[in-house]
């Protein structure tokens, strides 16, 4: 088994590198971002409930996220690993995640975080915006909040796997392809640690 946390600030390049690494490493992909749209896009109660919060920039409860999350990991029995994306996204679910994992013997390798200067990540948001159809993409405002939120609600979970000796940042900038470089080479040798352990 071999789990990593993709961390970053909305804009980083998260959702992108996740599918890459994916791919390249054979773990499945959870993304708390894209299950929450999908519960939108289906029209569910859950869906409805999230899309207020979404909406204003603002985070869905520990709860709801844990409990999806939970749900899918136990749809993989068999997966070499699993790689989240945009979770954990508070303390508080960092530690229900390693409480989660525990109880199936499982962990955190790494937290893998991708580094970007602010004024990128708004430049790209704002880009993302014009083609996603994502509406928290599309206004200033909310993407504003969205990253005041990152900076006081998430950016404590850097401190959290810190404390654990697993916080690895990574260079964000630059082409798709130099950043998916950076971050296979990383996680090659985390793998070989991971192994070896
Ligand atoms: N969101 C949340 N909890 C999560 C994931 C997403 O509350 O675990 C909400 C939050 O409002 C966030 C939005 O969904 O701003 C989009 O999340 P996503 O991870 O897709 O955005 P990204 O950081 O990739 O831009
Ligand atoms: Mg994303």
């Known amino acids: 088994m ?33 299950m929450l749209r999908n519960e939108i896009a289906s029209g569910s109660r859950l869906g409805q409930q999230a899309q207020n919060i979404i909406s204003k920039g603002e985070l869905v409860s520990d709860e709801l996220v844990i409990n999806m999350i939970r749900e899918r990991i136990e749809r993989h029995p068999d997966a070499k690993g699993f790689i989240f994306d945009g979770f954990p996204r508070t303390q508080a679910q960092a530690r229900e995640l390693d409480r989660l994992l525990q109880e199936k013997d499982m962990k955190v390798a790494a937290m893998v975080a ?41 950016t404590p979970v850097i401190e959290y796997y810190r404390a654990q000796e697993k916080y690895h940042p990574v260079d964000g900038l630059g082409h798709i392809k130099d950043v998916s470089q950076r971050l296979n080479k990383l996680t090659e040798s985390l793998l070989s640690q991971s192994v070896a352990g």
């Open 2 to 34: 071999f789990n990593i946390v993709l961390f970053g600030a909305p804009g980083a390049g998260k959702g992108t590198q996740a599918l890459l690494l994916a791919e390249k490493f054979d773990l499945i992909h959870l993304s708390t971002g894209d």
């Open 114 to 154: 991708l580094e970007v200067d602010p004024a990128e990540l708004t430049c790209r948001l704002m880009k993302r915006g014009e083609s996603s159809g994502r509406p928290d993409d599309n206004s200033i405002e909310i993407i504003g909040n969205r990253i005041e939120v990152y900076n006081r609600k998430t």
